[in-house]
């Protein structure tokens, strides 16, 4: 709109500019009409602004609530993982702390199947069943794994750890190291799921590399020396 070369813009610039205007013309501030954005019906200028707080509270109170939950979230994961670290500082058969680890995260974190490898352990551990052996393509796979390898179902070989009869759609690959060097790899922590959408390729890997560094840290205990 412009009238005599004056625009809208001109208009909202005067009245940005202009504080003292409406204390000036206070009578304005009761015959504006605006149109109200839940209908057709017009409004004065007071109750659209009393409108546009209401909403705004509501978008507060929803960004609220959904900090609370994620809060709570946090504080439910920060008890399994406690609880879970628990259990493998409890036991103190090193030879009874891979099937510990592995059946207590699948208790705590409702997690369908996992299944753990790893290599290079001291002779009076070679005999357990997570000491098979494992190709040097799987060996030099994990070492390339600088986070947690999240995705879908691509026929890896490590699935072949799994019950062959449960179905897997999405599953997370954490790599075990002693230290911080890629050849470090001494093992293999494999989660699988039926839903696709658990472990995909854009979810964050932080927690699950919390669970690779406190799973590397108890079975260490198998290694030599």
């Known amino acids: 709109m412009s009238v005599t070369g004056i625009t809208e813009d001109d208009i909202a610039n005067f009245l940005a500019q202009t504080p003292g205007f409406f204390e000036r013309h206070a009578q304005l501030l009761s015959t504006v009409q605006l149109t109200s954005p839940h209908g057709q019906r017009a409004v004065s200028l007071q109750e659209r602004q009393m409108e546009m707080l209401r909403e705004k509270i509501k978008g507060l109170e929803h960004k609220l609530i959904e900090m609370i939950r994620h809060g709570q979230d946090n504080v439910a994961i920060a008890d399994r993982l406690h609880r879970w670290t628990r259990a493998l500082l409890c036991t103190a058969n090193t030879a009874e702390l891979p099937e510990v ?44 794994l600088s986070v947690p390898y999240c995705g879908v179902n691509s026929g890896f070989e490590a699935l072949q750890w799994l019950a062959p009869d449960a179905p897997v759609a999405s599953l997370a690959m954490i790599p075990l190291r002693k230290g911080a060097a890629p050849d470090s790899a001494f093992g293999l922590l494999l989660l699988g799921s039926p839903d696709p959408t658990r472990y995909g390729a854009d979810m964050g890997t932080d927690f699950l590399e919390r669970i690779g560094e406190v799973a590397a840290a108890g079975l260490s205990r198998l290694l030599p020396g």
């Open 101 to 144: 680890l592995v059946r207590e995260l699948k208790h705590e974190f409702m997690i369908p199947q996992a299944a753990l490898r790893v290599w290079g352990v001291a002779d009076a551990y070679q005999s357990l069943p997570v000491a098979q052996a494992v190709s040097a393509d799987l060996r030099t796979f994990a070492a390339s």
